[in-house]
Structure formats: structure tokens, C-alpha cells
């Protein structure tokens, strides 16, 4: 079926590296992607998002990019402190704004050497 | 953004019980999920709580197996029947299509830890 998915299960960067997390897609009819960021023992939490008429979009410290060309989206930030230590998602919505429903690619957890 | 509560935040059950999880929104909203979080995974869609008619299930999960209940716009149950050691997980209420609603951005509640002995 299809899928959204990470490459690397475990990323681990120096603080202060830029730390680049990588998202493929199989759906190429999507055109919502979310990155959202999970803290040990809590829900989700919502980074950044990019609609399928975007290729970049830029948050604080963080930069999402996505080529709908080879189906490919990542995650970029900026300056890595400790506190960006967990597990990040992406995320792809399939349907309309009120109907549609949330994917969820497999997660990629960052660590963060001091 | 929407405040979610969900109750009970973690509870040990025992094999072949039921356990009921709530999911309180301090605002309406349109969209009500519920996700499954296995330990060490991703979030897997259970279903999408329609209010006022039935849930719509996902691939691999079936409604005797995890009734949900939506009987208005800010509140939702999910059920965890005749449970057995693998439906230990972490269940997430999300919600989306508030009054908060700017993109497709779904809310997370913090989830309910359950563990079946």
C-alpha cells in the first residue's frame, strides 16, 4: 500500500550543526505535508507544514523542503540545541480539509551531543 | 490551538479486559482521530470519529474491536475491547477543523498509556 516514510531511524548531530531529517512519499497525489516533533511521553507537536505548490518554506530555525519530482521532503534545522532532541515526524494529509485524514511516516529520532 | 484532555493518561489492564479512553476538546471542532503508537513506532490512524454517525475504520482495525463513540463536537471515546498484551500502546486523541483552523494542521492530545498484563 502506499506509504509515507524516513530514511535513517537515528540522526545524531553536534550541537550547534545544522541537522537535515529526510521524508520520502509514495502518494504523488498529496498536497500537505506536516513535520511534527514528539518530546518523550507527549502527543505530537506540530514544526512546519508545506502545500504541494511550494518546493520551500521557512520557519523559525527551520526549513522544509519538498520535490514533488522524486517525491521527497525533508526537514532542516538550523543551529541544533538540545531541546530538538526527539523523535520527528512527517506527515502527509490525504483528503479535503474537512474530510481528509493525517499519514504518518515512520519517525526519525534526532540526538543532540552537547 | 485546542486544549485536548484524554483520560486516563496511562492504566495497567488485565488480559481480556475493556478499557475506555476520553477525549475532551475545549473547543468545537470538525475532525476527531484516534491513533495507535506502539513503543518505538509511528503513528498508526485507528479511525476518524464522525459526529453523530459511526466511525470510519482504518485497514486492520474493526469496530467490535475499538468502538468509538462522538456525540458532539468536543468530546470522543475510544474502547480497547477484550484486550490482549499486544494492544499495549499509546493512544492519541487528534483533532482538527476548529475554530482554530488555519491549515490541515492536526492537535495532539498527549496520549493514553496502556499496558496489558
Known amino acids: 500500500g502506499e506509504s509515507v516514510g524516513l530514511h535513517l531511524p537515528t540522526l545524531s548531530v553536534q550541537e550547534g550543526d545544522n541537522s537535515i531529517i529526510n521524508c520520502a512519499y509514495s502518494?504523488?497525489?498529496?498536497?500537505?505535508f506536516i513535520w511534527y516533533k514528539q518530546e518523550s511521553g507527549k502527543g505530537p507537536q506540530f514544526i512546519i507544514d508545506?502545500?504541494?505548490?511550494?518546493d520551500k518554506r521557512q520557519g523559525q530555525r527551520v526549513t522544509v523542503l519538498l520535490n514533488k519530482t522524486v517525491k521527497h521532503l525533508s526537514l532542516q534545522i538550523a543551529a541544533t540545541q538540545p531541546g530538538d532532541s526527539a523523535v520527528y515526524f512527517c506527515?502527509?494529509?490525504?483528503?479535503?480539509?474537512?474530510?481528509?485524514?493525517?499519514?504518518f511516516g515512520q519517525g526519525t529520532t534526532l540526538q543532540v551531543k552537547p | 490551538s485546542a486544549v485536548i484532555s484524554q483520560k486516563p493518561s496511562r492504566d495497567i489492564c488485565q488480559r481480556g479486559t475493556s478499557l475506555t479512553i476520553q477525549c475532551q476538546v475545549d473547543?468545537?471542532?470538525?475532525?476527531m482521530f484516534w491513533y495507535r503508537q506502539q513503543p518505538g513506532q509511528s503513528l498508526t490512524l485507528i479511525a476518524t470519529?464522525?459526529?453523530?454517525?459511526?466511525?470510519?475504520?482504518e485497514s486492520g482495525f474493526v469496530i467490535d474491536k475499538f468502538p468509538i463513540s462522538r456525540p458532539n463536537l468536543t468530546f470522543s471515546t475510544l474502547t480497547v475491547s477484550n484486550m490482549s498484551p499486544e494492544d499495549s500502546s499509546i493512544y492519541l486523541c487528534?483533532?482538527?477543523?476548529?475554530?482554530?483552523?488555519?491549515?490541515?494542521?492536526?492537535?495532539f492530545g498527549e496520549g493514553s498509556r496502556l499496558t496489558v498484563l
Open positions: 508545506i502545500r504541494s505548490n511550494m
Open positions: 473547543s468545537q471542532v470538525t475532525m
Open positions: 506527515a502527509e494529509f490525504r483528503g479535503s480539509s474537512n474530510t481528509g485524514k493525517l499519514i
Open positions: 502518494n504523488s497525489a498529496s498536497d500537505y
Open positions: 487528534s483533532v482538527g477543523g476548529g475554530a482554530f483552523w488555519i491549515s490541515g494542521e492536526l492537535f
Open positions: 470519529a464522525n459526529q453523530g454517525s459511526e466511525a470510519t475504520y
